[in-house]
């Protein structure tokens, strides 16, 4: 837990979210997730700036996903969710359900970016056993 509660700290700093009280909750089961499909979860209440962000165990997520197991970038993906909670819409139209989507991959593609900049990556790193099953490599 000290590793990634050291994560959380510097990840909170560079994105300026300091001011927010996170609780980390770490090798989640899937039940302990609203999806079983999500590797993270972050509930929040932006008024108080308080957030509970919770990430699946390594063995959770599993080998047989096309990417592999991330803590740090799932982590960073959580916490964008604070930083755009700003523009947080609760009315549930189509537009507003089209527009979360959207934000949801802005949100992934900008942590995994963070993430691989922090690491000096150039290059996405998928599951290359899960692609070749998929016949998407030859
Ligand atoms: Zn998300």
Known sequence: MINELNLLKEWQERLGLQ????TLKINCKQE???NPEWQGENNWVSSIKCSTIKIVSPEVHGDDRI???DFEKTLVHELL???FSLLDITDRTYESVVVDDLRHQ???DLARALVMA???ET???LNCNK???MSLED
């Open 32 to 34: 302990d997730l609203s």
């Open 118 to 120: 922090k690491r000096g």
């Open 19 to 22: 001011d927010w009280a996170i």
């Open 67 to 69: 990417l592999k197991f």
């Open 81 to 83: 969710h604070l930083k």
């Open 123 to 125: 290059k996405r790193k």
């Open 106 to 108: 802005l949100i992934d």
């Open 131 to 133: 692609l070749k099953d």
